[in-house]
């Protein structure tokens, strides 16, 4: 190139030059002095985006770590309210348990009562425990509006639970049992209408049970919506209009299950005798308080008696059986195992065994089935001849007393012989309120040996969504029970207290507080289930947390070796870059000595 002295293309390159290596110096201090890779989207867009993306991951996944230890906290003070509640109930049943024994004057139950009244209330004030203003025990677990969810509600419960324990008390009969064929039903809901059915003029709810060669494989309790689905929404009984309470229905049906279950033939036994099988489901509970009942026995004359108990349809066969077993037991002495002895019979040897059956049941005063009805005759006929009604027979020979309406005439009630008087409120034994029935944890539950398979219903949503994860769907669903005294069958809804003041109320009231303390452990455990998952929770999401914040590292930070030996090289190409563009500049002033 030529010597020129407009255009110094060296000093013009070396420029070109240094500007370069003090952009890369440059960048280099900023990467150097940040610590990152990574300073801003020129710098590695595609690197820039996924990085933003988990950063924001992991904040996200920071707050949920939070927001588990927030629930944590909950959860912790819901326990603690809960476990009180325990110990107090465990207190309650020890203070029943007390009151039931006859050493104790009614005076000292009265004082043990002023002790379950202040007991009562500070379960109530336990359940009413807060957490950041939010009441924990909100009853959201159990909430239900439709008949449906109440009668599932109210048969997983209690209804099952006290009929099935009737039956194993009064008869010896189960579905616990070595022997037992079947230990699985179906429950249904249809809508059957109220016309004719069998045992009266409407079906309310019944077994009903499949055999192969006389030996049960299928049972299905069925219930009539026709009939119940209206049930009085402060009724435990299961009381709607102008039809028997639903308790007692289901205690006459879970009587045809159990027997169903652990009686060979006992399909024959109910087409050959059906006095019997509707007899003893009459008896488990009682009829006294039923006029349908009554109204047949009363009007009984002794020609009509062989024609009643032949009867296969209407109230016959129930009002009949009802009375041939109070007047087993009479004619028995009234020992207490009447009806164990004669189901025992039964369940070793089948239907077929009606005969030794009532033998055993009468410890030989009969030696069948016919020479009982014969006897029942032939005293009704005495009885009434001496100038006597039918009713007062009755009294006397079969301990039914339709005037005294304190006791139905169940098998473990006073009239016969086993327990303490028990009306028609309370010969199925229940709480004191509605709001104690809660929902099966599944679709089957597990009661006295019986696995109960629910029909498909609904249940209101609600109670409390921890945020567990960065997406929106990812938490956690809490329901609470209620623990309130009422939702504990402890008060009812109208403010009457459990009762321990008469022997009768103290037995029942230990029943009521073992079902108590089942659904309050039952709470316990799932607010202690729901801790240990929050923990785990915690622990996955920390987990979670190092490692997207490990990928962001390697993809952000500076790694700090390379990055100081850049900078190095940056540095010595600039200050060479400054030196050569001084001597370029210098190039030109050469041309000078041309011009001398």
């Known amino acids: 190139m030529g010597m020129v002295i407009k255009n110094n293309m060296a000093a013009q390159n070396t420029l070109g030059t240094l500007n370069k290596n003090s952009m890369a110096l440059s960048k280099s201090l900023q990467k150097v002095s940040s610590g990152m890779r990574i300073n801003g989207a020129a710098d590695d867009a595609s690197g820039y985006a996924i990085s933003e993306r988990m950063r924001v991951q992991v904040r996200g996944l920071n707050q949920d770590i939070d927001n588990t230890q927030s629930a944590i906290s909950m959860m912790k003070t819901a326990e603690g309210a809960i476990s009180s509640t325990v110990d107090i109930l465990k207190t309650m049943k020890e203070k029943a348990i007390n009151a039931a024994n006859d050493t104790n004057t009614d005076a000292d139950r009265a004082i043990i009562q002023k002790e379950l009244n202040q007991a009562i209330d500070q379960v109530d004030d336990n359940a009413s425990v807060t957490f950041n203003n939010k009441i924990l025990f909100d009853g959201s677990a159990d909430a239900g509006t439709t008949a449906e969810q109440r009668i599932i509600k109210a048969l997983n419960s209690e209804w099952l639970d006290s009929a099935l324990s009737m039956a194993k008390e009064a008869y010896g009969l189960s579905f616990q049992e070595d022997e037992t064929s079947i230990r699985e039903m179906t429950v249904k809901f249809e809508n059957s209408g109220t016309g004719s059915g069998s045992g009266g003029t409407t079906k309310l709810a019944y077994v009903t049970s499949y055999a192969v060669g006389g030996v049960t494989n299928k049972l299905e309790l069925t219930i009539n919506m026709d009939v119940y689905n209206a049930l009085a929404e402060h009724d435990v009984n299961g009381k709607t209009n102008g039809y028997p309470y639903l308790d007692r229905t289901i205690a006459h049906e879970m009587t045809h299950a159990v027997m169903a279950a652990n009686i ?164 199925v034994i229940e709480g004191k309120s509605p709001n104690f029935w809660y929902y099966p944890g599944s679709d089957t539950s597990v009661i006295q040996g019986l696995t109960v398979k629910w029909p498909n219903y609904t249940r209101p949503d609600g109670g409390f969504r921890f945020q567990v994860g960065t997406k929106a769907n990812q938490n956690i669903q809490a329901q609470f029970s209620d623990i309130h005294a009422t939702a504990l069958g402890l008060r009812s809804d109208d403010g009457k207290n459990l009762s321990v003041e008469t022997r009768a109320e103290a037995k029942r009231t230990m029943t009521v507080l073992d079902r108590a303390l089942q659904k309050a452990l039952d709470q316990q455990t799932t607010i202690g289930a729901l801790q240990s998952r929050m923990e785990y929770t915690a622990s996955n999401l920390t987990t979670a947390s190092e490692n997207v914040q490990a990928s962001e590292s390697t993809i952000r930070d500076a790694n700090m070796a390379k990055e100081m030996t850049d900078y190095t090289k940056n540095n010595v190409l600039m200050q060479a870059a400054q030196s050569m563009l001084a001597q370029a500049n210098q190039s030109s002033s050469s041309v000078l000595s041309l011009l001398q």
């Open 264 to 427: 060979k033939d006992f399909g024959t036994l109910a087409t050959n005798a059906m006095y019997i099988t509707e007899g003893a489901a009459d008896y488990i509970h009682g009829v006294d308080d039923w006029s349908d009942r009554m109204s047949v026995l009363t009007a009984l004359t002794p020609s009509d008696v062989d024609t009643k108990f032949a009867s296969q349809s209407g109230v016959d066969p129930y009002a009949m059986g009802y009375a041939f077993f109070h007047y087993l037991n009479a004619k028995s002495g009234h020992d207490g195992h009447m009806m164990t002895r004669f189901m025992k019979v039964l369940d070793e040897k089948g239907g077929g065994a009606l005969d030794e059956a009532v033998a055993a049941a009468s410890k030989g005063g009969f030696s069948s089935a016919a020479a009982a009805i014969a006897g029942f005759k032939q005293d009704l006929t005495d009885y009434t001849a001496a100038g006597h009604t039918t009713k007062e027979f009755l009294k006397e020979f079969c301990d039914i007393d339709a005037d005294n309406k304190f006791d139905t005439g169940s098998a473990l009630g006073a009239k016969a012989w086993m327990g303490e008087n028990a009306n028609a409120e309370q010969v």
